[in-house]
């Protein structure tokens, strides 16, 4: 094969005939496996005189090899060719030439750099010392690939060689903005390896980064501060202060001086270009949006305030620098509301689009606009500051609106708008400080000078941001003809015709409102006017779609429960409604999620109930039943098997809210779409499983009696649920599917009592548990014995003593190893709280027997979060630590005595700080090493409260208190014999814990 065959192929694929491309792409993949492919490619890519169309396909074609089949590739001797030609071309005149080889060589790079291809590190640096323009930018361009491939081993040789040519590259005007900017890039990547080398070898950063950081710092403040004359000069500026945040967050300490020099260049950059960004992009109609590079980023002035809102972020994550900022708090808040202004070309975007609207102007938006960021960078300054924050809002409002002029005259406005949008983003903070009498703000004067001027002119993003504003203070409000205002505009703008804007706001209003309200005589407030709102939502619910549904129908769900009177006499055509809005889109898991909700809410009406048993459960159970799929849109077999969860789920929900006995429905014709669901269904889904066995066990306890004499086709009603209790906990499938299994067991074992052969069914659980890895779903197995333990414990040990895993191990052996292993990492208050009462239970029968239990080895190794993963710190590096079992149940206990201390502690100290603690000095910081956390003291952040267990509500441990339970616990077992040797096990931590009892031997 050779260059002239493959050429016309490339051609001819570039043809705009359909079937001249197909038949040219079909040729060219019969020509890949030939050794000259890659050569030839490569020969057309760098030919000069060959058209840039017919390169560029190259090019591309070349990448595929390289990323598809290179490694695979047998032609070695072709490969080594390619390698050894192909670096020129980094220099060729044309860009988009030089960025197609930089993609061929760091694709190739990254599968032979360095083992196969040793000299490629020496051929950049070579090329890069060149100082040529095209072969830098093309060097560059590979470097930044290379850089995060680069290895801890490597480092030590790379570094000192490449840090000097980039800074000396960094450091010379006659490159071009983009190539510095990748200079920067560069040594990001190279400064995140090195920071965390820092944790085995804490002289990396000393020995590698700091002694040429700061003349780049010095550099980049100079380029910071240099006036941009074209759009790219954005992007090198916009690197600039990404790579200053990056110093901030990695070496607080030693950016100290470099941070006083930056703040005021990147200071006078956003004020300087405040007024010019309000002229030539918010008021300007012709404005179009930041172009994008070669690399697929954005240049502009836009991505560059973005960076500097990034920077100022990450100073206010310091207190070392906290009090820099809070210093120009005023004036950054006042510059902040000015880039909330809405640009003219995003309104028109938004008017075509409503949707794009709700979408877009939202804090938590995935799309960035300078708006976005000002909107984010306003809740962290809140969060962070809180009564120096509101203080300083007060006064940057104050000065705009004195300075703004007439309302209805030009784009002042926007402003307004803006600074309305300021109120609403603060509002949890500005409530919480007023709340606490920390600041003194009159709503009443902001509602003349702002919202009453405001809500009269014609301009409906700034009505509907004052609605919604303004309904966010209702309990604020001066006076009833204010309410009455909020209450006349929020009706009138849910009716039809209403411009998008101004019902956005409304339906936001409504929602916030409904959340402000929360009282009994509260919402009697809105009694009246819910019977407009009500009725205009469900109205507009039927015609919208994607975000407007979504909101809709949330503001819908919280109105319901203030007048549920209003729903309850149209119950059917309610009901109707909605679960015909579930199948419409039941493809779309985050509309579906909301009627859900909707339903859900309507369930909790009594009025309510017989109209969904009658409407909207037979439609679910058709959808239960149904082989394929019910939605009008195509699904995937994933987005069904989706739907149906979330339709168990539902059914699930509606059991728990339904009164016993329960109505038939769900009895004779629920529970068995359910079982056939997951005891039938060919393929294993953990979801349907978990889902399923969630409603088995909703039925249960509402109806056991029911589910008992139940019979379907000679199957009774408990022999299916025992066949779905064996399927979950079958050791073939899916541990996931176990999740919820051990609640199911545990309800079971509750209910039926002496009825159950349960012996059959702890040996599955324990057959189960020998095999799960993950430690939530051992957890929700060790709970059922748990339980046994706490209600006897004598009987449950002798049970578990008789019977083993499938290795062959005692089960009472296994079950308290992999109890005291997790122990630490329990979630969920209700499951802590019962595990730790069986210690207690336990530690006493242990060390009062001469029971071979108490000789039982457990591994003393701690669980820490480590880099964001759970990990385990062994205290030697020759393995864990093995201990006693009773020493280690012991140290749980104090440990566990420790959180509830912790959690007592910081429901005391709960609120508002004083302004001093804000600002307290910043004590020396370990930047070396990963963060160390103990799991113990976390533990209870990651339990999922929302999920409580409503079959646990009535276990009288719910009684008891913790922190008296192991109080008295502790102070008796401090008369133990054996008390003074189980503390010489403690940490310093644990002793610490300990000494709180006063008691003696700690």
């Not at 040219?24 to 890519?45: F, G, H, N, R």
């Amino acid at each position: 094969m050779s260059v002239e065959q493959i050429a016309p192929l490339i051609s001819q694929a570039l043809s705009a005939n359909k079937v001249e491309q197909d038949s040219a792409q079909e040729q060219l993949k019969v020509l890949a496996p030939q050794p000259d492919y890659a050569t030839s490619l490569l020969s057309i890519l760098l030919r000069q005189d060959a058209p840039l169309s017919v390169r560029q396909m190259a090019g591309v074609l070349l990448k595929q090899f390289a990323e598809n089949s290179w490694q695979e590739c047998p032609h070695i001797a072709a490969k080594d060719v390619v390698k050894a030609n192909i670096l020129p071309g980094l220099g060729d005149s044309l860009s988009k030439v030089r960025s197609s080889v930089a993609a061929i060589v760091s694709e190739i790079a990254c599968v032979d750099f360095p083992d196969n291809w040793t000299g490629l590190f020496d051929q950049l640096l070579s090329m890069m010392g060149t100082g040529e323009p095209n072969q830098v930018h093309g060097v560059m361009k590979v470097l930044a690939e290379l850089a995060a491939d680069i290895t801890d081993s490597q480092v030590y040789t790379v570094a000192p060689v490449l840090f000097p040519r980039l800074i000396q590259l960094f450091q010379t005007e006659t490159f071009g903005p983009g190539t510095r900017a990748r200079v920067l890039s560069i040594f990001a990547t190279f400064t995140t390896l090195i920071s965390h080398m820092d944790s085995v070898d804490n002289a990396a950063n000393e020995n590698l980064l700091f002694p040429v950081l700061p003349g780049l710092v010095d550099t980049t403040i100079v380029l910071i501060g240099t006036p941009a004359s074209d759009k790219i000069d954005y992007k090198l500026q916009t690197e600039c202060v990404n790579f200053l945040s990056k110093l901030v967050q990695t070496f607080p300490k030693q950016m100290g001086d470099k941070v006083s020099s930056a703040l005021p260049v990147l200071w006078q950059l956003l004020t300087k270009n405040a007024e010019d960004h309000i002229t030539t992009v918010v008021n300007n109609p012709d404005h179009v949006e930041d172009d994008v590079d070669s690399d697929g980023s954005e240049i502009g002035f836009g991505p560059l305030v973005q960076a500097i809102f990034e920077f100022i972020q990450a100073l206010t994550e310091r207190k070392k620098y906290k009090a820099m900022i809070r210093k120009v708090l005023p004036d950054v808040l006042f510059y902040l509301i000015t880039y909330l202004s809405i640009p003219e070309y995003q309104m028109e975007l938004w008017n075509e689009d409503p949707e794009k609207y709700v979408e877009d102007d939202d804090e938590d938006s995935m799309n960035y606009t300078v708006r976005t960021g000002a909107m984010e960078l306003l809740i962290d300054l809140a969060t962070e500051m809180k009564v120096p924050y509101v203080e300083a809002l007060m006064n940057a409002i104050t000065r705009h609106i004195s300075s703004c002029g007439n309302i209805a005259e030009g784009y002042n406005w926007k402003l307004y708008e803006a600074c309305a949008t300021a109120m609403n983003i603060s509002g949890d903070v500005i409530e919480e400080c007023l709340e606490a009498k920390k600041v003194d703000f009159n709503f009443g004067a902001f509602y003349s000078t702002v919202v009453l001027p405001g809500l009269s002119v014609d301009k409906p993003f700034l009505r509907g941001r004052l609605i919604w504003m303004t309904a966010s203070y209702i309990k604020r409000l001066p006076n009833e003809d204010a309410l009455n205002t909020l209450l006349e505009c929020t009706c009138a703008a849910l009716k039809p015709g209403t411009p998008a804007p101004v019902m956005i706001g409304a339906m936001k209003g409504v929602y916030a409102m409904c959340a402000e309200l929360s009282e009994p005589e509260e919402k009697q407030v809105l009694h009246k006017s819910m019977e407009l709102i009500i009725p205009s939502l469900f109205d507009l619910a039927g015609n919208m779609e994607g975000d407007l549904l979504m909101l809709c129908l949330d503001s819908l769900r919280v109105s319901v429960g203030f007048r549920p009177d209003i729903v309850a006499v149209e119950a059917d055509k309610v009901n109707k409604f909605l679960v015909e809005l579930f199948v419409k889109h039941a493809s779309d898991t985050f509309i579906v999620t909301q009627v859900n909700d909707v339903l859900i809410t309507l369930a909790d009406i009594p009025e309510c109930r017989g109209s969904i048993q009658n409407n909207v459960v037979p439609v679910l159970l058709q959808i239960l039943r149904s082989p394929t799929p019910t939605s009008p849109k195509k699904q995937s077999e994933e987005d069904e098997e989706d739907m149906k969860t979330e339709v168990i789920d539902l059914l699930t929900t509606f059991i728990r809210k339904t009164p016993v006995p329960l109505p038939d429905v769900y009895i004779k014709e629920v529970f068995p779409a359910v079982m056939s669901m997951t005891i039938g269904s060919v393929k294993d889904s953990s979801a349907i499983l978990q889902s399923g066995g969630e409603c088995v066990r909703a039925c249960l306890a509402q109806g056991f009696q029911q589910v008992s004499t139940l019979n379907i086709n000679g199957v009774t009603g408990m022999e299916y649920t025992m066949q779905l209790i064996a399927k979950m906990l079958d050791p073939d499938v899916s541990e996931y599917g176990a999740l919820y299994s051990g609640r199911l067991v545990s309800s079971l074992i509750k209910h039926a009592g002496t009825a159950l052969n349960i012996n059959e069914i702890l040996q599955a659980v324990l057959n189960k548990l020998a095999k799960c890895e993950t430690p939530t779903i051992q957890q929700s197995l060790l709970v059922v014995f748990i339980k046994l333990f706490n209600h006897d414990l004598e009987g449950s040990m002798s049970f578990l003593q008789s019977i083993n895993t499938p290795s062959g191990e005692n089960g009472l052996v296994f079950v308290l190893k992999s109890w005291c292993e997790i122990q630490e990492i329990f979630t969920g208050e209700y499951e802590t709280k019962v595990a730790v009462i069986a210690l207690t239970k336990f530690l006493p029968h242990l060390l009062s027997s001469d029971s071979p239990l108490s000789q039982i080895m457990v591994s003393d190794e701690e669980m820490a979060l480590e880099g964001g993963r759970i990990t385990r710190s062994n205290k030697t590096t020759q393995g864990p630590v093995m201990i006693p079992i009773t020493v280690k149940i012991f140290k749980i206990l104090v440990q566990e005595f420790g959180n509830v201390l912790e959690e007592m502690e910081a429901e005391r100290n709960g609120g508002l700080s004083d302004d001093e603690d804000d600002i307290e000095e910043e004590e020396e910081e370990d930047e070396g090493g990963a963060e160390f956390v103990s799991i113990a003291q976390i533990a209870h952040l990651l339990a999922n409260d929302d999920d409580e267990d409503e079959d646990n509500k009535d276990d009288p441990l719910n009684d008891v208190d913790l922190h008296s339970h192991l109080q008295q616990f502790l102070t008796q077992l401090s008369t133990h014999n054996s008390y003074n040797q189980l503390c010489q096990a403690l940490n310093e931590n644990e002793k610490t814990v300990l000494n709180s009892l006063q008691v003696s031997g700690s």
